[in-house]
């Protein structure tokens, strides 16, 4: 017996170092290999314009989707304006929510410049610089100011997220990007954005990159610029997909075919978290892409409620105050939910209008359609209210003006027609027809209000007139940069939310009734 079990143990040894010396001639496989590779899944948002209650569930649906999958969390710009939150804090309170939900990337859409730069650099070192890319945004000197990539390791791939801001940021907020003295001090360099995006591409590969994910703030819609998230896809190659912003489009998955002809998905979520994105990268390499309306999301991260609910808190009382009472909704939408007011008239811009020419005591008044931000709803008219309508820093100013530079401007500003454009002209004291089909000489009957007889009186191309509007057109943000080298005769009087409801008390004794029930045909289109 005591035999047999000593023949057993040598053969247990001679096996056991079979095997050891096995293990010593061979190297061991990366862990990775053992597991099942998971998926891939990129959770995208873009114009989320101070939409903060749906961070909440947008956060939760990626922790949720984390313990079955590699995640990452990106946005395609345009946070810290266009709502309450940012207006009264200066984009701190969104800052502060963002912070909390810990994105992976993060690229500059064009109102990140709205405040100036920096003012935008504070907020945004905050959230963490390392998170945030842009290929285009760079100094005088041709430095970038931004990293133009981020590379994220997920399971045993490697993801680069390449930013990209729109150009007509140097249009749109210009003030931004020249000094005191008109000197220009950075760039987003107009004429080279497919060419820098393609070297950033070709980079990101060399440096392992097994996917190339942009996340851009371009637009689908043609502009004067000439770049578009069509047109980079066309002109480049490499780029896997394309989660897109700034033109508020619901994009669930367009297609467009790359340089080589390689079709390649663009996409975009709307606005204001009514939905969410997500990129799911099957472990074969195939890309699907869905919208997830935010009202479906049912997982919240609470660490994120905490952040929101208690800027909330802080808001609370200065926005519920009421202004007055409201009979009819304030439309900047059509009925199909489409930017009426970036188009035609809207009773929303003939009261702000009318609100900057009866303050400022100017003979007519213009606004370009996109500064007016939301829609208002019939009942009491709170402050929160005014300010989600109207929620930049843009103050009431009055400009000098000659009747040929006013149909000038009317004529720039409505030749996108029936493209949505931020630059259309809302406006008081004045009435004109655009006929859209023509090539020139589009705008005609333009007739101007005598404040004296309460007469509309044709157009006297060769004489001044005192207009109204806000100094973000005037400093070479809004209506084309037709105003920058105009004569300022008031500058900064009030705050442009300040007019409005300044006019809302002293001029309509705090109710906006029928008067203002429709447009009131000032703008005629015909096509």
Known sequence: MRKNNYLLL???????????????????????????????????????????????????????????????????GDFLQGGTTGALSHGQ????????????????GNHEFDYGVPAMLTLLDQVDNSRVACVNFRDMNGKRIYQP????????????????????????????????????????AEKEVYQMVQEQVNEARKAGAD??????????????????????????????????????????????????????????????LANVGKLVISPDGKFSTELVPIAECTQVSEKVQHATDSIKNLMSVL???????????????????????RRQETNAGDIVTDAYRAISGAEIAITNGGGIRSEAKAGDLTY?????????????????????????ILETCTSFIPVEDGDFPQVSGLKFTVNASRETNRVTDLVILNKETNEYEP?????????????????????????????????????????????????????????????????????
């Not at 005014?386 to 000038?408: H, K, M, R, W």
């Open 211 to 272: 996917y190339v994910i942009m996340i851009t703030h371009l637009g689908e819609d043609k502009n004067a610029m000439n770049v578009d998230s069509h047109g980079l896809v066309e002109a480049t190659n490499g780029i896997d997909i394309v989660l897109d912003g700034h033109t508020h489009s619901v994009i669930p998955h367009d297609i467009v075919k790359n340089k080589d002809g390689k079709p390649i998905i663009v996409t975009q979520t709307g606005t204001k």
């Open 93 to 108: 309170y969104i800052v502060d929510i963002m912070k909390t939900m810990d994105y992976d990337a993060i690229t500059l």
């Open 459 to 527: 157009v006297d191309l060769d004489r001044t007139y005192q207009l109204a509007t806000i100094d973000y057109c005037i400093t070479g943000g809004g209506l084309r940069s037709k105003l920058k080298k105009n004569n300022v005769l008031k500058p900064s009087i009030m705050v442009y939310n300040e007019c409005l409801i300044q006019y809302i008390v002293e001029h309509l004794n705090g109710h906006i009734g029928k008067e203002y029930a429709e447009p009131q045909g000032r703008i005629t289109i015909v096509n």
């Open 384 to 408: 929160g209210d005014v300010i989600a309508f109207l929620p930049y820093d843009n103050y009431l100013s009055v400009v000098e003006v000659t009747g040929s530079q006013l149909l000038d």
């Open 319 to 341: 926005v519920n105050r009421k202004i007055c009472q409201l009979d009819y909704d304030l439309h900047i939408l059509d009925a199909n939910g489409k930017q009426a007011v």
């Open 149 to 188: 990539y981020i590379m994220k390791q997920m399971g045993n791939k490697k993801v680069a997220f390449i930013g990209a801001v729109t150009p007509t940021a140097m249009a749109t907020e210009a003030y931004s990007f020249f000094d005191k003295d008109d000197k220009q001090i950075y760039d987003l």
């Open 10 to 76: 040598l053969i247990l040894a001679g096996m056991s170092a079979l095997m050891f010396t096995g293990c010593k001639s061979s190297k061991l496989p990366n862990a990775v290999t053992y597991e099942k590779q998971k998926s891939i899944v990129v959770i995208y948002d873009n114009d989320v314009h101070c939409g903060i209650d749906g961070y909440p569930k947008m956060a939760g649906l990626r922790d949720a989707i984390s313990d079955t999958a590699y995640t990452a969390l990106v946005s395609s």
